[in-house]
């Protein structure tokens, strides 16, 4: 996002940051998600996380889920989004 501001700014290095207007968001995220189809889904309803653990232990991985549920239940909004995010939570548990 930095570099995209930076570079619709001829590569000014005081645009180097993210911008606090939304329009200069925008103009940013859609080459961003454009060049990157994997950041996100369509709509923007999806956003895959990425975690670098320190070790796969079964405590870890609980703990991690656990944070992660969590958040979810905190942010959760009516969409598409939900029934996918619980069916994986379900996965995970198996």
């Known amino acids: 996002m930095r570099r995209y501001t930076a570079g619709g700014f001829e590569g000014a290095p005081k645009w180097m940051t993210l911008p606090r207007n939304q329009t200069l968001v925008n103009q940013g995220v859609r080459p961003a998600l454009l060049n990157n189809p994997e950041l996100s889904n369509q709509g923007c309803a999806i956003t895959p996380v990425i975690a670098y653990l320190a070790d796969h232990k079964a405590e870890t991985l609980q703990r991690v889920l656990g944070?992660?549920?969590?958040?979810?239940?905190?942010?959760?909004?009516?969409?598409?989004?939900?029934?996918?995010?619980?069916?994986?939570?379900?996965a995970s548990r198996r």
Do not use: N, W, Y
């Open 67 to 90: 944070i992660a549920e969590g958040f979810a239940a905190q942010h959760d909004t009516a969409g598409p989004a939900v029934p996918a995010r619980r069916r994986l939570a379900q």
